[in-house]
C-alpha cells in the first residue's frame, strides 16, 4: 500500500467518523477494518480536528445562507481588501439589501470600524438619484455593517473594459457623477476615492458609491466632530485617481474630487487613463509633475478636464459648482444650465489661458469695422456711381463681421467652454468678412488717392491693417489661447 | 487551465512589489493583509491587456502560489538575517492576517512548518494541498475553490477538513 493509497483510506474513514455524533467515533474507527495504524491516524487525526477550529481558516467571510440581525446572506457580490459586500435580504423589510462588512480578520481593527462607521454616516447624510442609499449601520456582535440599497448593474470600470462609450453617453455619465460630487460636497463631503470601480450604472441611471475614504470637509463642519482616519503622511486611496495633495498626504479638500472626476471624465472619452496604466511609481510620478495628453477630446470638455486636473488644488474650479457649469456648457446641444448666468466668467479662463489676447483682438476689430462706417459714407460722393453700393456693402460687411467679432469677444469672456463651436461654425463667414472688407478698403483709397490723398491714407492704412490682422496677428493670438492644433484647423478653415 | 507556472512573473512581481510597498509603510500595530494585496494585484493587472488568466478565480488561484512562496521567502530570509543570532525569530503567518484571528488561539502559524506541512500534504494528496494554498494564502472562498479546482464544493469542504486536520497535526509541538 504506497503512502498516498493509505492516506485516502485514512481519509474514507475520516470522513465516516465525522459523519458520526462524536460519542461512537471511537467504536467506529476502532471497530473498522483497517489496520491499526490507519486507525491511530485517524484518531489523531479526529483529535486534531476538534481543537482546528479557526485554524488556518481564510477571513471566512459569511457564507450563503448565513443569517446575520435580520439579514440572511445571499452571495458575496464585491470584494476589496477593507470590505467584503453580500447582497442579503432584509427579513424585516422583505427587501434585497447590500451589506458591506469589514472581512473578520478587521473585525477588532478600531480604525477600521471607525472608517466604517464614518462612511456609513457620509453617505446617509446625502440624498441624491446619483448616490446610492444607505439604509442602516448595524453593529451585531463583533460585526459591523452598512446595510444599503442593492443596486444592479455594471461598475463602470467594467463598462469601460466592455469597449468604447459613445460621447453621448459618457457625458452622460459624468454629469451624473458631477452632480453627485456637488451634492455630497454641498453638504461638506468630500469622496476621496472616486475611481470607476465605485460607480454603478443602473437601469435608474449612475449611482456613485463607498464613501469609505469619505471626509467631512473640516472648513464646513464643526472641527471637533471630525474624525481623522487617516494620519497625514499617510496615503489612502487609489493611486492612478487621486490628485498629488493627496499622493503627497497633504490636506484633502472637494477639490480633490475635481482632479478623480478629471481622470474619470478623460478615461470616458478616450477609454484609457490619462496616465497610463504602467508600475505604479510611474503613474503616481506622472501624476505629480505631468499633463495629461490632449488626445481628441473636444475642445470644451478638454478645458474642464485640463482646469479639473491642474496639479495645485488652487487652479482647479472655485467649487463644484463652477465644474457641473462648465461641463453642462461644453457641449452642443446642452441644456443651457440656469446656474451657468452665476458663474463667475474670468474664473472659467483655464489658468494662463491667453484667451484674453485672442478675445482683445476680435474686439479691436469689431471697432475698427464700426469706425469706418461714416468714412465711408463720407466719400461716396467722389467715388463716382460706385459710391453708395460700395457704402452699402462696406455696412453690409461691417455689419455681419463686426456683430460676429463682437460676439466671439462676449463669448471668450462670458462662457469661455464654448466658444470651440461656435468658432468652428462661424470662423469662415469672419474670414470672408475679413478678405471683402480689407480689399474694399484698398480699392476706396486708390480710387481717391489722388483727389483726397489724406482721406485715401486712412482707407489704405485700415485695408492693410486688417489684411495684416488675419493673415498674421489673430493666427498668432489664436495658438496662444487654444493652442497649436487649433489655429492650426482655424487656418485650414481661413 | 494554462499552467500557472507561465504566468507567474507578472503576477509573481506585482504581489511582490506590492508587499514591499505595504512592508515599507507598516506601523506598530499594522499587518500585511495577503488578501488585501492578492485583490489589488488582480485590481491593477486586469488593466492590462492581453491578460493570461481566464478570469479572476483563475487569477487569484495563480496568485495563491505566488504568495505561498513570498510569504516563505521572506521568512527565509528574516531566518538568514538572525542566523548566529541568541534566537530565531519565527515568522507567523499574521503577517499575512489571514491567521490574525487565530493568533490568539493557536500564537500565529510558522510559514516556514507550514509550508514544510504543505509539502508532506502534497505527496499524499497534491489536490488537498492545492485547497489549502488557494484558502489560506489566495483568501478563496469554498465556492471559489471549486469553480478554481473543477470539482464540487462538497468535495473541497471535505478535503479542506482533513486536510487542516493533518496540517494541525503537523505543527502542533509534539
Redesign the interface.
Known amino acids: 500500500m504506497s503512502s498516498s493509497e493509505r492516506w485516502q483510506r485514512v481519509g474514507a474513514l475520516f470522513d465516516r467518523a465525522l459523519a458520526t455524533a462524536v460519542p461512537d467515533r471511537l467504536t467506529l474507527v476502532r471497530g473498522s477494518s483497517e489496520p491499526s495504524d490507519v486507525q491511530d491516524e485517524v484518531l489523531a487525526l479526529l483529535e486534531s480536528h476538534d481543537d482546528s477550529h479557526g485554524f488556518l481558516e481564510p477571513p471566512a467571510l459569511l457564507e450563503p445562507g448565513a443569517q446575520i440581525g435580520s439579514y440572511r446572506i445571499d452571495r458575496i457580490i464585491g470584494r476589496g481588501g477593507m470590505g467584503v459586500v453580500y447582497l442579503a435580504y432584509d427579513a424585516r423589510l422583505h427587501r434585497a439589501v447590500a451589506l458591506k462588512a469589514l472581512p473578520p480578520h478587521l473585525f477588532r481593527d478600531d480604525r477600521m470600524r471607525a472608517r466604517l462607521r464614518q462612511e456609513a454616516r457620509a453617505a446617509a447624510a446625502l440624498s441624491h438619484p446619483s448616490i446610492a442609499t444607505v439604509f442602516a449601520l448595524e453593529e451585531v456582535g463583533d460585526q459591523i455593517f452598512i446595510a444599503s440599497e442593492f443596486l444592479e448593474g455594471r461598475t463602470l470600470r467594467e463598462e469601460l473594459a466592455a469597449g468604447p462609450i459613445t460621447q453621448s453617453r459618457a457625458l452622460e455619465i459624468s454629469r451624473a457623477i458631477a452632480a453627485a460630487l456637488q451634492a455630497a460636497h454641498d453638504r461638506g463631503i468630500v469622496h476621496r476615492d472616486l475611481k470607476p470601480e465605485n460607480i454603478i450604472l443602473t437601469a435608474n441611471g449612475v449611482k456613485v458609491l463607498d464613501f469609505g475614504l469619505a471626509q467631512f470637509d473640516v472648513a464646513a463642519q464643526d472641527l471637533a466632530s471630525v474624525t481623522r482616519l487617516t494620519d497625514p503622511g499617510v496615503m489612502a486611496g487609489t493611486p492612478p485617481y487621486m490628485a498629488p495633495e493627496q499622493l503627497l498626504g497633504q490636506a484633502t479638500s472637494a477639490r480633490t474630487d475635481q482632479f478623480a472626476f478629471g481622470v474619470l471624465l478623460y478615461e470616458l472619452l478616450t477609454g484609457r487613463h490619462p496616465f497610463g496604466t504602467g508600475a505604479l511609481p510611474t503613474t503616481i510620478a506622472k501624476v505629480l509633475s505631468e499633463d495629461p495628453e490632449r488626445a481628441n477630446i473636444p475642445e470644451p470638455l478638454w478645458q474642464v478636464i485640463a482646469r479639473a486636473m491642474q496639479k495645485k488644488p488652487e487652479d482647479r474650479f472655485s467649487s463644484t459648482q463652477d465644474l457641473v457649469s462648465a461641463l453642462a456648457g461644453s457641449f452642443p446641444g446642452a441644456d443651457p444650465s440656469p446656474r451657468q448666468a452665476s458663474v463667475p466668467p474670468a474664473r472659467l479662463l483655464p489658468p494662463g489661458s491667453m484667451l484674453g489676447w485672442w478675445s482683445t483682438h476680435q474686439l479691436i476689430v469689431a471697432l475698427g469695422y464700426w469706425f469706418m462706417v461714416w468714412p465711408t459714407w463720407h466719400i461716396h460722393k467722389w467715388t463716382g456711381r460706385y459710391g453708395v453700393l460700395t457704402f452699402l456693402a462696406t455696412l453690409a460687411i461691417v455689419i455681419v463681421g463686426g456683430n460676429i467679432r463682437l460676439h466671439l469677444w462676449f463669448t471668450a469672456r462670458t462662457y469661455p467652454s464654448e466658444l470651440a463651436p461656435q468658432l468652428a461654425n462661424i470662423s469662415r463667414l469672419v474670414r470672408a468678412a475679413d478678405v471683402a472688407f480689407s480689399l474694399i478698403m484698398l480699392g476706396i483709397g486708390l480710387v481717391i488717392a489722388d483727389a483726397h490723398t489724406g482721406w485715401a491714407a486712412l482707407f489704405v492704412s485700415f485695408g492693410l491693417g486688417a489684411a495684416l490682422a488675419f493673415l498674421v496677428i489673430e493666427p498668432t493670438t489664436a495658438r496662444a489661447a487654444f493652442g497649436s492644433a487649433e489655429s492650426r484647423k482655424l487656418k485650414a478653415e481661413s | 487551465m494554462a499552467d500557472p507556472a507561465e504566468l507567474m512573473p507578472q503576477v509573481y512581481d506585482e504581489l511582490r ?1 506590492l508587499a514591499a ?1 505595504y512592508l515599507r ?1 507598516e506601523r506598530p500595530g499594522q499587518t500585511l ?1 495577503a ?3 492578492v ?2 494585484a488582480f ?2 493587472l486586469s ?2 491587456k492581453n491578460q493570461p488568466w481566464k478570469n479572476r478565480t483563475h487569477f487569484l488561484a495563480i496568485a495563491a502560489l505566488s504568495m505561498r512562496q513570498i510569504l516563505v521567502q521572506r521568512a527565509r530570509a528574516r531566518h538568514a538575517e538572525k542566523r548566529g543570532g541568541e534566537h530565531v525569530e519565527r515568522i507567523t503567518l499574521d503577517e499575512s ?6 493568533q490568539e ?2 500564537g500565529g ?1 510558522d510559514v516556514l512548518e507550514l509550508d514544510a506541512a504543505l509539502e508532506k500534504l502534497a ?3 497534491p489536490q488537498q494541498a492545492k485547497i ?1 494554498e488557494l ?2 494564502f489566495g ?4 465556492e471559489e475553490v471549486a469553480e478554481a479546482l473543477d470539482i464540487s464544493p462538497a468535495t473541497v469542504k ?1 478535503h479542506w ?2 486536510a ?6 503537523e505543527l ?1 509541538p509534539k
Open positions: 512589489r510597498n509603510q493583509q488578501t488585501a494585496l485583490h489589488e485590481l491593477r488593466k492590462e492576517v489571514l491567521a490574525d484571528h487565530t488561539t493557536t502559524v505527496a499524499l494528496d489549502v484558502r489560506y483568501g478563496l472562498t469554498v471535505r477538513t482533513i487542516r486536520a493533518f496540517l494541525k497535526n502542533s
